[in-house]
């Protein structure tokens, strides 16, 4: 029976409470699929700095580095907000990302039907939306050198180089293949020379995947189809900047933070991860919406274990809540609804995983 150690950080605020039905849907699956789950808990973000002092403990880091995978739920929160800058709760994330060279964010984007209507777009425009922002996440502007404030002058550098641009453009081509076969890459070309580069690699890279359809879009416009046509897409490749904004614009197509998973990948393992924070203002009812890091956990699955069954049925049951008409509150305003808490609706998923055939 194949056994994997998984490394769980929950964080703060709602992270205890979310990773726990994560865990809970995970073991279903594993149950169902006949591999095993040993977990490992760690602390990030507040949770260390009360503890231990630090957002990341080395603990922590050695403890991920050495995990086939990484559960994440969220961090931050006001109590922490007046800390110098490297010793905030993100700091713990983004150095953990970094330690493990994480370098490929992945977002899909789906609209589950039963929830059209969360949408702040037109049904007609988000109805069979599919896709995948695939965004480099430890280079460019936000890492490139120099930086720094001068006088009366600030300045960030944006650097890729041609190795940095072919591993993302591999991990965007290679997920395309598992889908639709399209990649779009999003650059500013016409105006920086680092898009240029960008532009050539990704073109280079592919020439590999001759299957694939490759098209090349200005970050403006990208910003501006995503809303207007979003259906056009299938995967999107971008670099850091840009990802950032696009990726939570596409996020918002769905209509609905609690319900979108991600993953950030390196070489190995990968973390997984809600795309929301660790909303404090809802932590301690029960009442968060744990979909989001349980469809992380099918994305973790598929991506780091390979065990794509597991993924499937972690997926199909959250997609049978949803039209059994299961709501906590954050989605409980469409279609008819039976209003459930954030453990009732992991005890469903779990539930419908059990009972999937
Ligand atoms: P947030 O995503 O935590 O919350 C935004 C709004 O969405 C809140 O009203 C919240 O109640 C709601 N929400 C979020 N997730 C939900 C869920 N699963 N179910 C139901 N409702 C949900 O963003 P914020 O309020 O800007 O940030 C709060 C803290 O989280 C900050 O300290 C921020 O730095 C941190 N943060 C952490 C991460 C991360 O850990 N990856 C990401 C973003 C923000």
């Not at 507040?46 to 580095?65: H, M, S």
Request: with cysteine.
């Amino acid at each position: 029976m194949a056994a994997y150690n998984i490394a769980v950080i929950s964080g703060d605020g709602i992270g205890v409470e979310i990773v726990r039905e994560a865990r809970r849907a995970l073991d279903a699956a594993a149950a169902k699929e006949g591999f095993s789950l040993k977990y490992n808990e760690f602390l990030m973000g507040g949770a260390a700095i009360d503890a231990v002092g630090v957002p990341l403990p080395d603990e922590t880091l050695e403890g991920a580095k050495n995990a086939d995978a990484v559960l994440f739920g969220a961090i931050g929160g006001t109590k922490w907000d007046n800390l110098p800058r490297h010793l905030r709760p993100e700091s713990g994330l983004l150095a953990l990302r970094k330690g493990l060279d994480a370098f490929a964010n992945l977002r899909p984007v789906q609209v589950f039907d039963a929830l059209i209507d969360a949408s702040t777009l037109k049904a007609d425009v988000v109805r069979g939306v599919d896709l995948l922002v695939v965004r480099e996440l430890v280079g460019g502007i936000y890492f490139g050198e120099p930086k720094g404030r001068e006088g009366g002058k600030a300045f960030n550098t944006m650097v890729y180089t041609e190795r940095e641009v072919e591993r993302i453009a591999h991990i965007a081509f290679k997920a395309a293949l598992k889908r639709r076969r399209k990649v779009c890459s999003v650059d500013k070309a016409n105006v920086l020379d680092v898009s240029q580069l960008w532009r050539e690699t990704v073109s280079r890279v592919a020439q590999e995947y001759p299957t694939v359809e490759l098209s090349h879009m200005y970050v403006d416009n990208a910003a501006m189809q995503l809303v207007r046509a979003p259906k056009q897409f299938d995967v999107i490749v971008t670099g850091n900047l840009f990802g950032d904004i696009l990726s939570d614009e596409a996020s918002m197509i769905s209509g609905s933070i609690g319900l979108l998973p991600s993953s950030s990948q390196g070489v190995r393992g990968g973390i997984f991860e809600p795309i929301h924070g660790s909303a404090p203002d809802i932590a301690g009812q029960g009442i968060a919406n744990p979909l989001a890091t349980i469809l992380s956990a099918a994305m973790l699955c598929e991506h780091a274990l390979g065990e794509i069954g597991a993924a499937r049925r972690i997926e199909n049951a959250v997609r049978t809540a949803l039209e059994q008409g299961y709501r906590t509150p954050d989605i409980a305003s469409y279609g008819a609804v039976k209003r459930c808490s954030t453990e009732e609706m992991g005890a469903v998923v779990v539930k419908l995983i059990n009972e999937s055939k």
